[in-house]
């Protein structure tokens, strides 16, 4: 489900908020507090973003185990076997994960995929424009980029080949992506605190350089990117 065109009056603000997001992040930092504040600054703006675009649902609806069966069934139609294991629901995990069925002698090989169950970008025009588009340091740097625009580009495009799979996506997962600035600050002693105040305006970064200078260019990702697709 794709969302319809903003009027001009929600785009014209929209645009001013993506500069004002990309003021904050290029903004230079020397310390963590000077880090924290600038996160703050990010998420406010964020947050502003986040209520102007369109609300739009990345998943069928329904529960994630509901949709097991279904990619199941797909995986093994196109080649991909599993030995003694399945796909179950663990949630004080948070999510889905692997449970054994049967012995798993040491060695042995529990699941293989063909390649023609890779997802990648290939060569094909729709992800080529999008290349040509991105910054070829960025790419080299941070590939996975393209790989997150391309996950964007399949999950919307009608009748696409890898609905079963993508249908088994989360809408939501446990990174400080998803942490409130409150939450930021509980890793304030730890290890941590650095590399997730940096995840989180990296990703908000990437996300305002995509949608000002890219997305209205790339039809495929004209009326479906938004912040919350993206992260």
Known sequence: MTNKALSKGKAKELNGLVEELLQHGFRDTNTNDELLAQHRDMCSVLDRIRRVEPKIRTTNGRPRME???????WASEHGCTLENVRIAEHTE????????????????????????LFF???NEPRYRKLLELMPGAMMREQ?????ALAL???RFRPRSAWK?????????YTTPLYYTADDMVELAD??????ALKLC???????????KYVQDKVDDLRDCFTYDVFR
Request: no cysteine.
């Open 201 to 211: 305006k990296h990703i908000a970064r990437q996300y305002g350089f995509i949608r």
């Open 93 to 116: 995990y948070g999510g889905l994960g692997l449970e054994s069925t049967g012995p798993v002698p040491a060695g042995q090989s529990i699941i293989t995929v063909p390649r023609s």
């Open 190 to 195: 730890t290890e941590a605190f650095p590399a």
């Open 152 to 154: 964007i580009m399949e």
């Open 164 to 172: 079963p799979y993508l249908d088994l996506l989360p809408d939501r």
């Open 67 to 73: 949709n097991v069966d279904h990619f199941t069934r």
């Open 120 to 122: 990648y970008v290939t």
């Open 143 to 147: 590939g996975n980029i393209m790989l």
